[in-house]
């Protein structure tokens, strides 16, 4: 089955205490993209990658980090969570640029406390 | 990046027409026109693409003026699942295009 997974799918931390959420992709798909979702704020981007090693900035990338070293895979890293940084996490990805359809995993949970 | 606008909120009862309008002044010759669907705690889901005139498919249909400056997407004979928040993107396939802008959505509650 065609999929994107994340995990975990929810995670509780504290301030500081650096946490990566795993994004993995089955279709080959080129591009990869991470998106926070807040209420009343919409989706905004936070990373994307066009290939394996080409990564770029989104919107809101202060604070997050991301690599892309196979093409299956883009972690999203948070060497020093704080709690602006709580909200839903969604991984998604598609065939090439942005354009295409785009593919979202089910969402992280993350809350920093 | 073209910007799009969108109602943040409208409201329909089951059975009827429902068309959400979303306008792109600036969008670029080679930019597609992307609409998705999200759920409560769910992530978006594709529903319909189009670059020009009408493009139809098993749930929806999108209108796209000849200008492109706006576009339409409706869902015939809604039903209380259709409840959820509509997105309208514009992005490039030819190019390298990247940043996508989501932004708040349409907000659509059917009620009965």
């Known amino acids: 089955e065609a999929q994107v997974t994340q995990n975990p799918r929810y995670l509780i931390t504290v301030t500081g205490k650096k946490l990566t959420v795993t994004c993995s992709q089955n279709?080959?798909?080129?591009?990869m993209s991470w998106y926070r979702q807040d209420p009343g704020l919409g989706l905004r981007q936070i990373y994307y990658?066009?290939?394996?090693?080409?990564?770029d900035k989104g919107d809101v990338p202060e604070g997050y980090k991301v690599s892309r070293k196979e093409k299956r895979n883009f972690p999203l890293i948070l060497e020093s969570p704080s709690p602006n940084q709580t909200s839903l996490y969604f991984c998604?990805?598609?065939?090439?640029?942005?354009?295409?359809?785009?593919?979202f995993g089910p969402g992280t949970r993350l809350t920093v406390t | 990046l073209a910007k799009t606008t969108q109602p943040i909120s409208m409201d329909s009862y089951e059975g009827q027409e429902v068309n959400i309008t979303c306008s792109h002044n600036n969008i670029a010759t080679n930019d597609y026109i992307t609409w998705y669907q999200q759920f409560p705690s769910q992530g978006p889901r594709f529903i319909i693409q189009?670059?020009?005139t009408k493009v139809t498919n098993e749930v929806a249909s999108l209108f796209i003026p000849a200008d492109r400056k706006s576009s339409t997407l409706s869902l015939p004979r809604v039903s209380l699942s259709d409840t959820a928040v509509y997105y309208c993107?514009?992005?490039?396939?030819?190019?390298?295009?990247?940043?996508?802008?989501f932004g708040k959505g349409t907000k659509l509650s059917v009620k009965p």
């Open positions: 189009g670059y020009k």
């Open positions: 279709m080959n798909h080129e591009y």
């Open positions: 990658s066009m290939n394996v090693e080409v990564t």
């Open positions: 993107l514009v992005g490039d396939l030819t190019g390298s295009q990247g940043n996508l802008i």
């Open positions: 998604a990805s598609s065939l090439s640029q942005g354009g295409y359809e785009q593919y």
